[in-house]
């Protein structure tokens, strides 16, 4: 087998791990505000031969059909197989299965090399009144993998990972054909090769795919430039029951409600992502991402909100809370990155300037295309920063952020490993909604700690800002009290989710649905919204055979 996964307790692959040893200031500022000591021996995970895995209920017959279809060599059914398909990667899913709650796993994990072998796998699968699950990268944290507890069915995990290349290049249109399993690396690549690129650059780049990425609409750090996924997505081609939905990649069209825009975010439920065609950008002649520093929270989302209302077009627009901003200073490397800038001299300069330290906020704003291109945007941003009190610190910050941009489930892990759990949620709303849809989440979160007993953190950036509004983006943490954690994560993860509703904000602007956030939905799209979903995955899928449970139960 060629396709490669991430270890099943944790993100990433066996070796790779997040270290704070030569990060001196991280292990006390986590002393400080969580209560747990960075240095204390880890709690390893269960050996994987302590797990009890079910038994697969793959029966003779299914078996048969699926060895037809894509060759006996890519059905698998051995126990590390299926309990790496088993769930995504949120702190939920780690939880389970490090705990060996294995629930109901896939019977089998199968491997198709193109479309027709797909289309051949779903018919068995119906035929069978079975359940058929679609697998990317495994990098999902909203619950989007994982089969119902008490699904009596057979369970089927279609793993597109061989289903990874670039198809073609319409060099005249800047678009390109691209199997849905391509992993972000291995699409760049590609795509680079010959001078293009996607620019969508997800957290979980290195582990998603992109039939993941248009299956939960994500977002990448430069759709500010790039767009969403929704926006670079032109045009699906989705195995159905007997059938291939497909669209044409057109400018734009008429043709009644989007078929495509059904597609995406759709989650498996309306059939399996085998092909896109999607908009790519030759690559620019100069990159940047730059630092800047603001005196406070308000200021600094003033300013992001001040440039996306001008003629500046930066790829992206980010800036951290005094908490994230403090958090980030914690994870640098003695004297490089972050700390030159932090010296005593600077400090000093702050102070004269009446900055309160405590209340610093971190941006970063990167810019992308010609020389002079680049140059016009940075001053017109600099010009936008100091009206609202901020200054750019230079480079420095900005290649550390390049450098560290995807390795934030590796601190998640680290940190699980000591007794503290951690996990992130995201909305979006309009821009005279996100400080008090802010500082009521903060208020929130903090409550949620005190109900649990615990010494809890949650930090905040703004990212992904549109004309109308933005992306919040939080990260919470706290250490694990006695009795069941994920019950405790729930309390912080629901006064979280339900404060984005009561303010006005999306349960989620990038992680999709899945069954983490599905209880908000009809509080998000209104009750006959979610009654139109349900009519649309009866309609193309009655028998409850693709992906149950998502989105809607």
């Known amino acids: 087998m060629t396709v490669q996964h991430m270890k099943w307790w944790g993100w990433g692959v066996e070796g790779v791990a997040f270290s ?30 302590d797990l009890d895995v079910p038994q697969s209920r793959l029966t003779a017959q299914l078996r048969a059909a699926l060895t037809e279809a894509v060759g006996g060599d890519q059905v698998i059914d051995a126990a590390l197989d299926r309990v790496v398909h088993a769930y995504g990667k949120s702190l939920r899913d780690l939880l389970r299965i490090r705990s060996g709650d294995l629930r109901r796993i896939p019977d089998v994990v199968v491997y198709p090399a193109d479309e027709a072998e797909v289309s051949a796998v779903l018919d068995a699968v119906v035929a069978a009144d079975a359940v058929l699950i679609p697998f990317g990268g495994g990098s999902n944290i909203s619950g989007s993998l994982e089969a119902p507890a008490d699904e009596h069915r057979q369970v089927v995990s279609l793993d597109l990972g061989r289903l990874n290349q670039v198809l073609a290049i319409d060099e ?10 391509a992993l972000g690396p291995d699409l760049e690549q590609q795509l680079g090769e010959r001078g293009w690129t996607l620019g969508h650059f997800p957290d979980s780049f290195t582990y998603s795919s992109l039939g993941g990425w248009i299956a939960t609409r994500s977002s990448g750090m430069q759709s500010d430039k790039y767009g969403d996924i929704a926006d670079i997505t032109r045009a699906v081609r989705v195995v159905q029951p007997g059938r291939i939905l497909a669209t044409r990649a057109v400018p734009v069209t008429s043709t009644g409600p989007s078929v495509r ?19 790519v950008h030759r690559i620019p002649g100069k990159r ?13 989302v003033a300013a992001m909100r001040a440039i996306a209302a001008s003629d500046a077009t930066p790829s992206i627009t980010r800036i951290s809370d005094a908490r994230e901003s403090a958090f980030s200073f914690a994870t640098r490397k003695t004297s490089k990155g972050v700390a030159k800038l932090m010296s005593s001299a600077l400090i000093t300069v702050l102070k004269l300037r009446g900055w309160d330290l405590e209340r610093l906020c971190l941006s970063f704003i990167g810019y992308e295309g010609s020389a002079e291109h680049v140059a016009r945007q940075r001053k017109l941003v600099k010009k936008i920063a100091a009206e609202h009190g901020g200054f750019c610190v230079g480079s420095g910050p900005g290649e550390l952020y390049d450098q560290k941009k995807f390795d934030t489930p590796y601190i998640r892990d680290f940190i699980l490993d000591r007794g503290a759990l951690a996990d992130v949620s995201e909305t979006s709303a309009a821009w005279s909604q996100l400080l008090p849809l802010y500082d009521q989440t903060i208020e929130r979160a903090n409550k949620a700690f005190e109900q649990l007993g615990v010494k809890g953190w949650i930090m905040c950036h703004l990212s992904h800002s549109y004309h109308s509004g933005a992306c919040l983006y939080f990260t919470f943490a706290f250490k694990q009290a ?62 409850r055979n693709l992906n149950p449970g998502k989105i809607i139960s």
């Open 172 to 181: 005249d249109s800047g678009l390109a054909r691209i199997q849905a399993g």
């Open 482 to 543: 006695e009795g069941d954690p994920i019950a405790q994560y729930d309390v912080v993860k629901t006064a979280v989710q339900q404060s984005f509703i009561d303010a006005g904000g999306t349960l989620s602007h990038h992680h999709a649905v899945g069954t983490e956030h599905a209880r908000w939905l009809a509080d998000d799209i209104s009750q006959p919204g979610v009654q139109l979903l349900s009519v649309l995955f009866v309609g193309a899928d009655p028998g």
């Open 20 to 49: 704070h040893e030569d990060k001196p200031s991280l292990a006390p500022f986590v002393q400080k505000i969580i209560d747990v000591d960075l240095n204390a021996a880890p709690r390893p995970p269960m050996d994987f031969a």
């Open 261 to 279: 825009e059904m597609i995406l975010g759709s989650e498996g439920r309306l059939g399996v992502i085998t092909e896109a065609t999607v908009q």
């Open 288 to 300: 940047v991402v730059l630092g800047y520093f603001f005196p406070d929270w308000e200021r600094g």
